[in-house]
């Protein structure tokens, strides 16, 4: 029987890790062609707990693709004839491999305190809260708090 592949192996995980790294847009891309399995179906094998090490590689290859969009933004960037094209290309480039590899190419957040410096405490303080007491005066617990929907 011929047609697409439903059971997971590992022969078709590294294929279609190796074409997401390739490809421009990701696995809806990939699972399009005749000899993938369906997108829906490899998002089925990605949450199966079965698959812990396919969750990993895929997630890997994602990363990966991030690398190759930032190369070929820069190759966009430089071979473009038109500027406004050549920054646009290279802009949705940068983009894509801010989100794919957001430790190499995303935005870096530092915490800081005012002017800069360090981040400066005033008052650390430790609540214990207990789900079973409401914070409402007069109530003890949650239920016997009113619905709105109820009619006295």
């Not at 050549?86 to 983009?95: H, Q």
């Not at 002017?115 to 214990?128: C, H, L, S, Y």
């Not at 409402?136 to 619905?147: D, I, N, T, V």
């Amino acid at each position: 029987m011929t047609g697409r592949p439903s059971s997971f192996t590992q022969e078709i995980a590294d294929e279609i890790c190796a074409r997401v790294v390739q490809s421009d847009y990701g696995l809806e891309q990939v699972c399009e062609e005749d000899d993938m399995p369906s997108a829906r179906t490899v998002f089925r094998w990605l949450a199966a707990k079965e698959h812990e090490s396919f969750r990993q590689q895929y997630a890997r290859a994602k990363e990966l693709q991030g690398h190759v969009q930032a190369d070929r933004g820069t190759r966009d960037a430089l071979q473009a004839t038109d500027a406004g094209l050549g920054r646009l290309k290279f802009d949705a480039r940068k983009w894509q491999a801010s989100k794919l590899a957001s430790r190499v190419y995303g935005d870096k957040v530092a915490l800081t305190g005012a002017d800069g410096g360090a981040v400066q405490f005033e008052r650390i303080e430790r609540r214990i809260v207990d789900p079973m007491v409401s914070e409402k005066p007069g109530l003890s617990r949650p239920s016997e708090a009113k619905s709105p929907n109820t009619v006295d």
